[in-house]
């Protein structure tokens, strides 16, 4: 079945405890992307990527890494986490950046809880 | 900077109609629906392309005026199974997709 798998889907931690969210995608995807979606605010971009080994900022980069060593994975990484960044994140992966060939697939959704 | 999506709420009985409609400050290349079950991950709708057709899925369709910089997702004779938050999203010329705030839809018996 083609899909975006992350891990975990909950997650409490504390303030400045290293956590990655991981991201895979079994389509032979290009692009792939983080969101997150705060109420009220919509889905934001984070990070994206065009393919392997190019990564680029969004919208709210700030306290976030990325990196994307394979083309099936794309872990996020929040190095010192805040509670701020509490909030419900998405991976999604797509064929390429076209305009008409960007349909994105979601994975089901990771939400973290920073104390 | 976001597509602001209108109205911001909408509910409605089974059977009746809606609009929500979508608008950009700037210059549009691709329009993109998503919608979003409550406790599950958006799911692609439709999209609309520069100097393509009105697009329908189900008994949803969409327009896309790109003189206005606009698009409207028109839901028919509503289901239950469309209750959720639907999400624009609009392209530019660097192929970037932001999203919209969405709009959260109830539909009621």
């Known amino acids: 079945e083609a899909q975006v798998t992350q891990n975990p889907r909950y997650l409490i931690t504390v303030t400045g405890k290293k956590l990655t969210v991981t991201c895979s995608q079994n389509?032979?995807?290009?692009?792939m992307s983080w969101y997150r979606q705060d109420p009220g605010l919509g889905l934001r971009q984070i990070y994206y990527s065009m393919n392997v080994e190019v990564t680029d900022k969004g919208d709210v980069p700030e306290g976030y890494k990325v990196s994307r060593k394979e083309k099936r994975n794309f872990p996020l990484i929040l190095e010192s986490p805040s509670p701020n960044q509490t909030s419900l994140y998405f991976c999604?992966?797509?064929?390429?950046?076209?305009?008409?060939?960007?349909?994105?697939?979601f994975g089901a959704g990771s939400r973290l809880t920073v104390l | 900077q976001q597509p602001v999506q209108s109205p911001q709420a909408v509910i409605l009985r089974e059977g009746e109609d809606a609009v929500i409609n979508c608008s950009s400050s700037?210059?549009?290349?691709?329009v993109h629906w998503y919608r979003q079950k409550h406790g599950e991950a958006p799911v692609f709708l439709m999209i609309?392309?520069?100097?393509?057709e009105q697009k329908g899925h189900e008994k949803i369709s969409a327009s896309f005026n790109e003189k206005k910089q606009q698009s409207s997702l028109y839901l028919t004779a509503s289901q239950l199974s469309y209750s959720g938050t639907y999400f624009c999203g609009f392209t530019g010329a660097n192929s970037k997709l932001t999203f919209g705030k969405g709009i959260t839809l109830s539909v009621r018996p």
């Open positions: 700037k210059a549009l290349y691709s």
């Open positions: 609309l392309l520069k100097g393509g």
């Open positions: 389509m032979n995807h290009e692009y």
């Open positions: 999604a992966s797509s064929l390429s950046r076209g305009s008409g060939a960007n349909v994105l697939t």
